[in-house]
């Protein structure tokens, strides 16, 4: 017995199993909560930190995924390499700085930068993976991988929920400044606040409980193929994304080049890596390559149907307001209405079922997984996934639609998840569990990032940009303001003291609105990728028809 293997068995033996588990499914629920808080917030970050930009915005929550890409490489690794126990601290302090960032510049850039922080540090969700497995006595995969889905809904569910209850917990402004009839700052600072707090009280629990041990398989980290691999992705979704009369958008072609270019050479300097980000020969297992793949195609579906159902819910609809034809204010008279209104907190709300309906495939994958069928957990969950795609493609436009297309989409993604997250898990054996996590944890994060990334380049690419009717007015008046007349400065006041944020189109002014055939296209377009897993999966499967059961055989 080596001398990690002793202090394994040791720590096994001493370990308060329950405490364990419970930080475990703390640490898990925060760091999942991290990525599923931006998404109903999103169309707020377009109006007040992105200036009614929707690329801009969703790429505040791309910072978040492609952090997390970086994270699901390196926090494994580094597991492995340092100790549980050391890399809960690192991990909670880069958290906590990432939500301080947020909530201290309050800007654009400080919520770009604190993201793609709490991103990297999200990763830390898979530790518990890595320490449960070796402090646990009996049967540790499976319980390990039940708490990590099962912790991973409730994280979701607070992600959604809370990032909108924060909005009404604090309320944004409601009118505009009466002194200069500016715009007054609508701030998501205490909520990052409050997520900071969390970040270190979870880190303090780490510490308390997690047993401290030596490293399990120390040796290179790969930080740098791990960066150049989030870079030319970076890129590539710049290229894509960016509006085309931006200076970005003028620059697609060469940004693009440049990204591919980047992509072709760290494939080749992987190839010879002594640490590449993907274990090749871990790779060549039965179902490995297509469970760690297919966990980037689900990361697309959740992305592409986040980014669409949580525009057209919360878009003001125009029905019987629109502008008279040839008007340039206002919905104009030619593009189809859409939307239903609904706030940050309803929109969570709405679409709960996405997180609830996690819970319930999660456990059923995993022991289908454990008797050696993972490509009938991919296909089934692929399948679920197709059908409320499908089903929200057709029918978008009332709340019940939602409640319904997300209950589907959540309960087949989740399956997804299951299957991908376990398979490397039961191939590798204990002391490489970090790597096992961070293969599949990676092409979600990136998966997650190229969803978000097309539905929002569909998005930019057809629709108008709104004119406010309250912006125009107020401008006349204040042009006539200009003159001194008493009564025309008074008219101007009473303009800017009447215009209620809350029903006006004021803070509207500039944004782009998405075509309405955009919410019909964009779930069509998202079911390729859950019928790109159905491909890979039949494919694994006719190559290796008892190809993951003899591997379990092989290591029972």
């Known amino acids: 017995m080596s001398v990690a293997e002793s202090v394994g068995t040791t720590s096994r033996t001493e370990v308060n199993r329950g405490a364990l588990i419970g930080i475990a499914v703390v640490l898990a629920t925060v760091t999942n909560a991290v990525a599923f808080m931006l998404p109903p917030l999103l169309p707020i970050i377009t109006t007040s930190y992105a200036d009614n930009s929707v690329s801009a915005a969703v790429w505040v929550f791309t910072a978040l995924t492609l952090g997390g890409g970086a994270g699901f490489v390196l926090i ?10 050391s890399m809960s601290l690192l991990s ?8 301080l960032c947020a909530a201290v510049l309050d800007s654009y850039a400080g919520l770009v930068v604190g993201c793609a922080l709490m991103g990297f540090g999200g990763a830390a969700q898979l530790v518990p993976l890595s320490f449960l497995r070796r402090f646990l006595p009996g049967n540790a995969v499976s319980t390990a991988v039940s708490v990590l889905i099962m912790a991973t809904g409730t994280g979701v569910v607070l992600g959604m929920l809370g990032g909108g209850y924060s909005v009404r917990l604090w309320p944004l402004a409601t009118h505009l400044n009466t002194a200069d009839a500016s715009i007054p700052h609508q701030s998501l600072a205490p909520f990052f606040y409050i997520l900071a707090g969390l970040f270190v009280l979870t880190t303090v629990g780490l510490l308390a409980i997690v047993p401290n041990c030596p490293p399990e398989n120390p040796g290179p980290v790969g930080a740098l193929g791990t960066l150049w691999l989030i870079g030319w992705v970076t890129l590539i979704l710049l290229a894509l994304t960016a509006p085309t009369d931006s200076t970005l958008g003028k620059n697609a072609t060469l940004i693009l080049l440049a990204g591919i270019a980047a992509g072709v050479g760290w494939w080749f300097a992987e190839r010879r890596s002594k640490a590449p980000v993907f274990d090749l020969t871990v790779l060549k297992k039965p179902f490995v390559t297509t469970a760690c793949v297919s966990a980037g195609l689900f990361g697309a579906v959740d992305a592409a149907f986040l980014v669409l159902s949580t525009y057209y ?4 609809n125009f029905t019987g307001l629109q502008s008279p034809a040839g ?3 206002g919905w104009p008279a030619d593009a189809t ?3 239903l209104g609904l706030d940050p907190f309803k929109t969570g709300l709405v679409l709960l079922p996405f997180a609830l309906t996690m819970f319930i495939s999660g456990k059923i994958s995993e022991r289908i997984i454990a008797r050696g069928r993972p490509g009938i957990v991919l296909v089934v969950g692929a399948v679920i996934c197709m059908a409320g795609l499908l089903f929200l493609a057709v029918a978008h436009d009332q709340t019940w639609h939602y409640v319904v297309g997300s209950g589907l989409v959540g309960l087949g993604s989740r399956a997804g998840y299951s299957g991908a997250f376990a398979v490397p898990q039961f191939v590798l054996p204990e002391e490489r569990a970090g790597m096992a996590a961070g293969m599949p944890g990676t092409l979600m994060a990136i998966g997650f990032a190229f969803g978000a990334g097309i539905i929002t380049m569909m998005q930019i690419g057809a629709g108008f940009v709104y004119r406010s009717v309250d912006v125009a007015a107020l401008t006349t008046l204040g042009e006539k303001a200009q003159t001194g007349s008493k009564a025309d400065l008074g008219a101007f006041q009473a303009a800017v003291q009447g215009i209620d944020l809350r029903t006006s189109d004021y803070l509207l002014e500039g944004t782009h609105f998405a075509s309405a055939d ?13 019928a790109l897993v159905i491909v890979m999966a039949v494919v694994s499967r006719l190559r290796n028809p008892n190809g993951f059961r003899a591997v379990l055989e092989g290591q029972a």
């Open 518 to 530: 955009v919410y019909t296209s964009g779930y069509l377009v998202a079911m390729l990728f859950p």
């Open 76 to 85: 494994p690794r580094l597991t492995d390499n340092l100790s549980d126990r």
């Open 327 to 329: 008007d340039t204010l």
């Open 337 to 339: 209405t859409y939307g």
């Open 92 to 99: 909670g302090a880069i958290l906590t700085a990432g939500a």
């Open 313 to 316: 819910l919360q878009t003001p």
